[in-house]
């Protein structure tokens, strides 16, 4: 009996975003869509382990909660119409959904569930929740909050959502761009809790940059021709094929240039560089293409020794141009500092040293720290690794930074 | 998230090399396109007949046996295979059985990952392991 609820399941987390999307285009509202939804769900849990399992579960599911969604909008008597268009929409495709319908319905459901009138972390727990099956308990473990605050923040992202009116259509020509970067920054940000956590129970965190990684995926085969989208994958694949090499047994975190490159996942690596490639026969590269790009020339380096630093440095250069920020610059300045030297690096970083933006930044610092180190400014760099440390929150990094300082009394 | 390895057994039909017909093709097609819109793909190939392959014996007066396919025991070999990311078993299970075949057989086995090694493999373990790795990175 357990065998079936678990298959049950299974088929569910498969089929729910394609039935949610259905559902929620039929009623016009994504909260009802996934109501009816749940509905199918428990009346699959009643009777498929009676009946036997359905030969279409997903179809079985669609329709079952389309029917629901039928009788809801009849009882409701200002919904007359709209009773007429959902009967009959449910005749004509009772059978063989279009799979061109059913892929602007996910996207649909993509773009309610990243609208940018939610903030990003209910932006983010509504598409792990709508699109990524995740229940609500395993969507407050993964970030680490109570499972009763990410209840609420589905329910009131639904809610919001419904008295914005924010219709469940595909974005137009005009704000499709803005909308679709709004999508990006949602799963990169799910990505992101998941990569750069050290807190927390160790192994469970990966699973979100898994959880990112899918969501990637299934938005690249809905939107093939988006270069930015398949940068997005390129970056996420080649940042997630360092996982295992990034945290050393005791928790402790390891630099780039000192991981153990053996330990990088080569599958994910060629993914990566394959999604890379696509992006950039589809134009030029964006902001998530450019990272990708840069993610690139680490992963081809066999060895620390071997990084292409000149192509980094060209690639930040247009980076910087696509994106401009003092982060980036930042950035750039370590790149210029691997191909043409401490000194040329050190320039950038000191033009960056009053901006407001990067006050509060120990990296600044202690970037600063490492050139002058290299440039034999002993004295001036220790002084910038003790200024670093008291500015980190870090308490691994601000060890790592008075071991620095120390080191060079 | 796990990893989880489908391998594809072998048939008379493809250690004889015979290719599939074209319906088959376009199905197997359609599948491989439902896995990748699904994100849950990772990898999947197909591997030519064991009449162009080899195995390998380990151990023995001469250390290492290299013998010529084809192998007997055609329903032990290894045909294909894919690479999958799914949630649990369960929904590895549910994926495979959508796969477009009549008849033959496919063995579903998870990929180990570090933290299944649990006793085995512990933080002391681990960390002398790390070391090792290190320092073989610097003898290279």
């Known amino acids: 009996m357990t065998d079936v609820r678990a298959a049950i399941e299974a088929i569910w987390r498969i089929e729910s975003p394609t039935v949610i999307a259905g559902v929620a285009r039929l009623v016009g509202d994504v909260g009802l869509g996934e109501d009816f939804a749940q509905d199918a769900l428990v009346a699959a849990l009643e009777q498929w382990p009676r009946d036997g399992m359905p030969v279409n579960p997903g179809a079985w599911l669609m329709t079952t909660a389309k029917r629901r969604a039928i009788d809801h909008v009849r009882r409701s008597e200002t919904q007359q119409r709209k009773y007429a268009e959902v009967a009959t929409e449910l005749e004509e495709h009772d059978d063989m959904p279009d799979p061109e319908d059913v892929r602007d319905d996910l996207l649909r459901l993509v773009f309610i569930a990243c609208h940018p009138v939610l903030s990003p972390p209910a932006r983010a727990a509504l598409t792990l929740r709508l699109l990524g099956s995740l229940t609500t308990d395993e969507i407050a473990r993964a970030f680490l909050v109570p499972e009763p605050t990410v209840a609420q923040r589905i329910v009131r992202a639904k809610r919001t959502l419904t008295e914005a009116r924010a219709p469940f259509e595909l974005p137009g020509p005009v704000e499709r761009a803005s909308r679709l970067g709004s999508v990006l920054e949602v799963i990169y940000l799910i990505f992101n809790e998941g990569y750069a956590a050290t807190a927390g129970e160790h192994w469970t965190r990966p699973e979100l940059c898994e959880d990112a990684l899918r969501l990637g995926r299934v938005l690249a085969e809905l939107m093939p021709r988006e270069s930015e989208v398949h940068g997005l994958i390129a970056l996420m694949e080649l940042q997630a094929s360092r996982l295992r090499a990034r945290v050393r047994p005791g928790g402790e975190p390891v630099l780039l240039l000192d991981q153990d490159r053996a330990h990088w996942d080569r599958l994910l690596i060629g993914r990566g560089l394959r999604s890379l490639a696509r992006a950039g026969a589809l134009g030029p590269l964006g902001s998530y293409g450019l990272q990708a790009a840069i993610a690139a020339c680490h992963a081809r380096a066999r060895t620390a020794e071997e990084t292409d630093w000149v192509l980094i440095t060209a690639i930040y250069d247009v980076l910087a141009r696509v994106v401009p920020s003092p982060v980036v610059e930042l950035n750039r300045a370590v790149a210029v500092s691997m191909s043409l030297g401490p000194a040329a690096g050190l320039e950038i970083v000191d033009a960056l040293r009053d901006d407001p933006a990067l006050k509060d930044y120990h990296l600044l610092p202690s970037v600063r720290g490492d050139l002058l180190t290299k440039l034999g400014r002993t004295e001036e760099a220790r002084q910038e690794f003790a200024r670093a440390a008291a500015m980190t929150r870090n308490e691994r990094e601000r060890a790592l930074l008075e071991a620095r300082a120390a080191a060079l009394e | ?140």
Do not use: C, H
């Open chain 2, 1 to 140: 998230m796990p990893r989880f390895v489908a391998l594809v057994k072998a048939s008379a039909e493809s250690e004889e090399g015979v290719l599939p017909s074209t319906e088959n093709l376009e199905e197997m097609t359609r599948y491989n396109e439902e896995l990748v819109k699904a994100g849950v793909m990772l990898a999947g190939e197909g591997l030519q007949p064991s009449s162009d392959g080899v195995r390998i014996a380990y151990g023995g007066p001469s250390g290492r046996t290299v013998t010529d396919g084809p192998f007997a025991e055609t329903k032990e070999l290894v045909a294909g295979f894919w690479i999958i990311q799914a949630r649990d078993l369960a929904e590895a299970v549910e994926w495979l059985k959508r796969a477009p075949f009549q008849d033959g057989e496919v063995e579903i086995r998870q990929v180990f990952e570090d933290e299944d090694f649990g006793e085995a493999l512990t933080p002391e373990l681990r960390e002398a392991e790390q070391r090792l790795r290190e320092q073989a990175a610097k003898n290279r």
